[in-house]
């Protein structure tokens, strides 16, 4: 299960890699072909004119020529990519870190508009609206049984406007009305940040956008005040974004003028260098690093691991990243349409090329090879070897291979019943009876974590709802994974009350990787000390 969401996880992020933007080109001002191109081109011309003319069905020629499109770039790399409009304006609000609505994350469950979660500030929580709460009319027409690609287009909407939604909730027998002023929705990418201990801070970074080291510098500043002195940035599941980010991320770390990557493409403008200070002197401190990665961290995750470690400045752990080193601009096309081209490969600092291989192999086998759990993605054996500015051993051929691998068994260990419960919203059911019931004694966050503890009566009540919900496990099953669905439960709680931030914040109480990670700082203090430099704790 684990390994067929995150083949689709990553399918979708790695859309989303870093690129650079280019303006519409038109169409006087496109380059011009080459010989063997403009012989080809004028073949396609005849093929579509003849097709058109003699055809035996008419034919939808937005979609025809979509597919070729589609065929002729998957023919080339895994990750040059054409989008259409929509799909370009949808990826333009991931990437700038907000969009014009409400402010809600939900799903449909019994065909009800179920909100999840309410991002912080946003109208939908000024207006009142709560995780549990069940939208089943949207100015004043029913909701209920509506699609999920359909409840976007009725919530959003521009700055200023609003939307009037009735909802049912716990506790209530009549519906409640809200009307929500829409406004700009911030797009955190930040999962969660906090003190680990009374030394380490943590921060988990979900993908590079616009705002992210804006609000990396944002949480290092609130964890030095409450004592950091060491960090653990997460990278996992990390798909990429925005190069500046990255360089900018590198930034904070290394000192002075230093390279973070450098590009080599085909054309003289695609070899580029990118250095520490290309965007100005940053806040930059000198302090233990401990870097997490897994297999879904790609592109710009890649260019941060992948410099630190060159430079000797952390400790890099986790599984082998993905391996998405190709570099793509994005081109706008007469009708609003977009081509992502891939334009230059990028190395790190130490000459490694970070793309993985996809010669002679299907988009889908390039995907699936990302997940390897034969052990042959991490076999050095043949690998080219490049050095560190410590001397220090590193591999190329795809990926950044961390120096204390460790793969992720917090999930893979129980039982597939238990497995099958995390794909389900049963955690979220309970959570929102059980932050109904008992919300007057949830106004601590921080005791919450701390000390929250299922009791014997709302253990028994999480096993009725399973089997009410139709699922009949083995007597042994649940009380065999209580721990681990007990950090899961209270995860749903902490999303219902302090949204993502919460959730991600428990989920890490129940995680090898994240363990593993905090042990490693004695190990990064000798690696200091062999480069003549101290970090005081």
């Known amino acids: 299960m684990r390994k067929n969401l995150l083949f689709y996880f990553l399918i979708l992020f790695s859309l989303f890699s870093s690129y650079q933007l280019y303006k519409?080109?038109?169409?006087?001002?496109?380059?011009?072909?080459?010989?063997?191109?403009?012989?080809?081109?004028?073949?396609?011309?005849?093929?579509?004119?003849?097709?058109?003319?003699?055809?035996v069905d008419t034919l939808d020629w937005k979609k025809t020529i979509t597919k070729g499109i589609e065929g002729m770039l998957s023919s080339m790399d895994p990750h040059s990519h054409y989008f259409s409009a929509e799909e370009g304006k949808a990826n333009d609000e991931r990437f700038d870190a907000r969009y014009q609505g409400v402010g809600i994350e939900f799903d449909i469950l019994d065909?009800?508009?179920?909100?999840?979660?309410?991002?912080?500030?946003?109208?939908?929580?000024?207006?009142?609206?709560?995780?549990?709460?069940?939208?089943?009319?949207?100015?004043?027409?029913?909701?209920?049984?509506l699609k999920r690609d359909e409840v976007p287009r009725l919530l959003k909407g521009p700055k200023g406007s609003s939307v009037?939604?009735?909802?049912?909730?716990?506790?209530?027998?009549?519906?409640?009305?809200?009307?929500?002023?829409?406004?700009?929705?911030?797009?955190?990418?930040?999962?969660?940040?906090f003190m680990a201990n009374d030394t380490t801070g943590y921060v988990w970074v979900n993908r590079f956008a616009a705002t992210t080291t804006d609000e990396l510098e944002s949480a290092l500043v609130r964890l030095e005040r409450k004592g950091m002195k060491q960090l653990v940035l997460d990278l996992r599941g990390n798909g990429g974004g925005y190069l500046s980010e990255a360089v900018k991320m590198v930034a904070k770390f290394v000192n002075g003028?230093?390279?973070v990557v450098y590009t080599r493409g085909r054309r003289d403008e695609n070899n580029r260098e990118y250095f520490t200070d290309d965007y100005g002197p940053a806040h930059t401190r000198d302090i233990p690093l401990v870097v997490l990665i897994n297999q879904a961290s790609a592109s710009a995750s890649e260019i941060v691991s992948g410099a630190l470690q060159d430079y000797d400045r952390a400790l890099i752990t986790g599984e082998h990243s993905?391996?998405?080193?190709?570099?793509?601009?994005?081109?706008?096309?007469?009708?609003?349409?977009?081509?992502?081209?891939?334009?230059?490969?990028?190395?790190?600092?130490?000459?490694?090329?970070?793309?993985?291989?996809?010669?002679?192999?299907?988009?889908?086998?390039?995907?699936k090879d990302a997940y390897d759990t034969t052990g042959a993605v991490y076999d050095s054996t043949g690998r080219p070897k490049f050095r560190t500015r410590m001397g220090r051993i590193v591999y190329g051929g795809g990926g950044i291979m961390?120096?204390?691998?460790?793969?992720?068994?917090?999930?893979?260990?129980?039982?597939?019943?238990?497995?099958?419960?995390l794909t389900k919203r049963i955690?979220?059911?309970?959570?929102?009876?059980?932050?109904?019931?008992?919300?007057?004694?949830?106004?601590?966050?921080?005791?919450?974590?701390?000390?929250?503890?299922?009791?014997?009566?709302?253990?028994?009540?999480?096993k009725r709802l399973?089997?009410?919900?139709?699922?009949?496990?083995?007597?042994?099953?649940?009380?065999?994974?209580?721990?681990?669905?007990?950090?899961?439960?209270?995860?749903?709680?902490?999303?219902?009350?302090?949204?993502?931030?919460?959730?991600?914040?428990?989920?890490?109480?129940?995680?090898?990787?994240?363990?593993?990670?905090?042990?490693?700082?004695?190990?990064?203090?000798?690696l200091v000390k062999k480069r003549g430099t101290t970090h005081k704790n």
């Open 427 to 462: 955690f979220f059911l309970f959570a929102t009876d059980y932050v109904y019931r008992h919300k007057s004694s949830l106004d601590d966050a921080e005791r919450f974590y701390a000390a929250f503890r299922l009791n014997k009566a709302e253990w028994q009540r999480f």
């Open 24 to 55: 519409t080109y038109p169409l006087w001002a496109l380059p011009s072909f080459d010989d063997d191109a403009a012989r080809e081109v004028k073949k396609l011309q005849e093929v579509v004119a003849l097709t058109n003319a003699y055809y």
């Open 322 to 367: 993905f391996g998405k080193g190709l570099v793509q601009n994005e081109f706008n096309l007469t009708d609003g349409a977009r081509l992502r081209l891939t334009v230059s490969k990028y190395y790190t600092p130490s000459g490694r090329l970070i793309q993985r291989s996809y010669k002679d192999k299907s988009v889908k086998d390039y995907f």
């Open 257 to 259: 003028h230093e390279l």
């Open 466 to 526: 399973v089997k009410k919900q139709g699922l009949s496990p083995d007597a042994g099953q649940l009380e065999k994974d209580r721990r681990f669905l007990e950090n899961r439960i209270k995860a749903a709680i902490a999303r219902n009350l302090w949204s993502e931030k919460g959730y991600w914040r428990v989920i890490l109480e129940y995680d090898n990787q994240y363990d593993t990670a905090l042990t490693l700082f004695p190990e990064y203090q000798e």
């Open 164 to 193: 009037k939604v009735g909802v049912e909730r716990i506790g209530y027998d009549e519906l409640l009305y809200f009307t929500i002023d829409r406004d700009e929705i911030p797009i955190f990418t930040i999962n969660t940040w």
């Open 402 to 421: 961390p120096d204390h691998l460790q793969k992720l068994t917090t999930v893979s260990r129980y039982s597939e019943f238990t497995q099958k419960l």
């Open 111 to 145: 065909e009800k508009i179920t909100v999840i979660a309410v991002i912080p500030g946003a109208p939908a929580q000024k207006a009142g609206l709560q995780s549990g709460d069940r939208i089943v009319e949207i100015e004043g027409k029913n909701a209920v049984g």
